[in-house]
T-cell receptor, first 113, second 113 residues
Framework: NAGVTQTPKFQVLKTGQSMTLQCAQDMNHNSMYWYRQDPGMGLRLIYYSASEGTTDKGEVPNGYNVSRLNKREFSLRLESAAPSQTSVYFC????????????FGDGTRLSIL | AQSVTQPDIHITVSEGASLELRCNYSYGATPYLFWYVQSPGQGLQLLLKYFSGDTLVQGIKGFEAEFKRSQSSFNLRKPSVHWSDAAEYFCAVGPYNTDKLIFGTGTRLQVFP
């Protein structure tokens, strides 16, 4: 009963390095999401995918790229990491339209020095 | 534009006391409303949701929330708080027939014995 699995759980990068955060869900959900969580700002949507092969920008997409590899997997890539991208990143999934609840992974804590 | 406001950043209560966390939303029609809880180091877990019908919604862990259209509010309540309820609580609104959520900035609950 894994739900949404994120890897890695922790990562430290140097400015300018690249990295891909991985997310997989086993609930056969159509929609997947990437958020970042910063103190006092709640969760902000970076990108989301309504179905396999489609992606769309959220509120804060700059500096990120995503890939919906298949129905299960949705990855987030930082091409050239910046200190402003230090955050906790959450992946979530939902069944799709009609406002089905989102299910969250445990997060990736990313520090960029 | 849709938005969610959680006016209280931090609330402290004694174990056994009652609790009410405030949430106000801005949306032109009747929204879909959610409350999530986040324990330290964890992802978000759904507490309850309101889609339509009875304005008093029951959730997990003894929580309930009441939708008040006239006040644009969806406050979370619990009659008797347990130490394990210490966490951060997020209110979210989902515009009709979309698969995205807008989150409030969260309320951190501290419980004293």
């Amino acid at each position: 009963n894994a739900g949404v699995t994120q890897t890695p759980k922790f990562q430290v990068l140097k400015t300018g390095q690249s990295m891909t955060l991985q997310c997989a869900q086993d609930m056969n959900h159509n929609s997947m999401y990437w958020y970042r969580q910063d103190p006092g700002m709640g969760l902000r949507l970076i990108y989301y995918s309504a179905s396999e092969g489609t992606t769309d920008k959220g509120e804060v997409p700059n500096g990120y790229n995503v890939s919906r590899l298949n129905k299960r997997e949705f990855s987030l890539r930082l091409e050239s990491a910046a200190p402003s991208q230090t955050s906790v990143y959450f992946c979530a999934s939902s069944a799709g339209r009609n406002n089905q609840p989102q299910h969250f992974g445990d997060g990736t804590r990313l520090s960029i020095l | 534009a849709q938005s969610v406001t959680q006016p209280d950043i931090h609330i402290t209560v004694s174990e056994g006391a009652s609790l009410e966390l405030r949430c106000n939303y801005s949306y032109g029609a009747t929204p879909y409303l959610f409350w999530y809880v986040q324990s330290p180091g964890q992802g978000l877990q759904l507490l309850l949701k309101y889609f339509s019908g009875d304005t008093l919604v029951q959730g997990i862990k003894g929580f309930e929330a009441e939708f008040k259209r006239s006040q644009s509010s969806f406050n979370l309540r619990k009659p008797s708080v347990h130490w394990s309820d210490a966490a951060e609580y997020f209110c979210a609104v989902g515009p009709y027939n979309t698969d995205k959520l807008i989150f409030g900035t969260g309320t951190r609950l501290q419980v004293f014995p």
